[in-house]
């Protein structure tokens, strides 16, 4: 036992050692990624990301360390059960793929569980649940707990760079069931078929505000339009029409509010700002 105890003490104090050299890495490979000029390039760039953060996941205390430094979109929950760092890797045709990693605090022990971007494969991205391995991608800003039944469910606001002419914000829940992480829950709408997350589109040309505000207890959007009304339903014409919308959590659901009076409210976080666009060979 004794020797087994030391084994683990002299492991920890490798990765203890190893520590600064790996985050300078993973903060110039953050860094750099949306800067490299080839897709081969963004893609190992990504993937040594990945590496660095479940280098630094080795370490129990990456889970409560200050990670500020390194330039990912991160959520924290509020009572500490998980980390979860995303990215977006652009491609040349103006496309994103999005990488994850997940970081939960279980019943004693660490997980460091990795995300699958298949967007593609979610045609109808409202309606499914979705695990780990089957997760609609974004980089995610903001998040909002709340309980319903005795159980806490994560909302979580994101950023979806979709296309060269679209982008997408998404009201995205994350929740635990035994242990494993599962995206999406029926907390929107009325009735059987409840929504399992929201999904916006609007031209890339605009901007969209999806926030939450705690003093209000509201998530506060822009309403979205098309710009004509033969453009109904194709989003990548919609655009803010100047009113706001909101979503209030009330008896276990976020309830849909149109047409708010947003305009004196003070925001607890900074705008979103996008990643930049990959630059073109």
Request: glycine share 8%; charged share 25%.
């Amino acid at each position: 036992m004794r020797h087994a105890f030391t084994i683990l003490l002299l492991a920890l104090h490798a990765v203890a050692a190893a520590q600064p050299e790996v985050r300078a890495d993973l903060i110039a490979s953050a860094k750099a990624l949306p800067l490299a000029r080839t897709d081969a390039a963004r893609d190992s760039l990504s993937l040594r990301i990945k590496d660095g953060l479940r280098a630094l996941a080795a370490d129990p205390a990456t889970l409560t360390a200050d990670l500020s430094d390194i330039p990912l979109s991160r959520v924290d929950a509020p009572d500490g059960r998980f980390r979860l760092f995303t990215w977006n890797v652009p491609n040349m045709t103006g496309g994103h793929r999005y990488e994850g990693l997940l970081l939960v605090q279980d019943a004693k022990r660490q997980q460091v569980i990795e995300l699958r971007d298949r967007t593609a494969d979610v045609s109808a991205p409202e309606v499914p649940e979705l695990g780990p391995d089957r997760w609609y991608g974004a980089l995610y800003y903001q998040v909002v707990p709340v309980k319903k039944g005795g159980k806490t469910y994560y909302t979580l606001l994101g950023w979806k760079g979709f296309n060269k002419v679209e982008t997408r914000k998404v009201i995205e829940v994350l929740s635990f069931r035994g242990g494993t992480p599962r995206f999406g829950a029926p907390l929107f709408g009325t009735g059987k078929l409840k929504k399992q997350r929201v999904v916006f589109g609007y031209s890339f040309q605009a901007t969209m505000t999806l926030r939450y505000e705690s003093e209000q207890e509201r998530i506060v959007l822009d309403h979205l339009v098309p710009a004509r009304t033969d453009l109904e339903g194709q989003w990548a014409f919609y655009g803010p029409d100047m009113s706001y919308d909101a979503y209030v959590w009330e008896k276990g659901q976020w309830r849909f509010v149109r047409d708010i009076d947003a305009r004196d409210n003070k925001r607890d976080n900074k705008p979103f700002k996008a990643p930049p666009t990959a630059p073109r060979p």
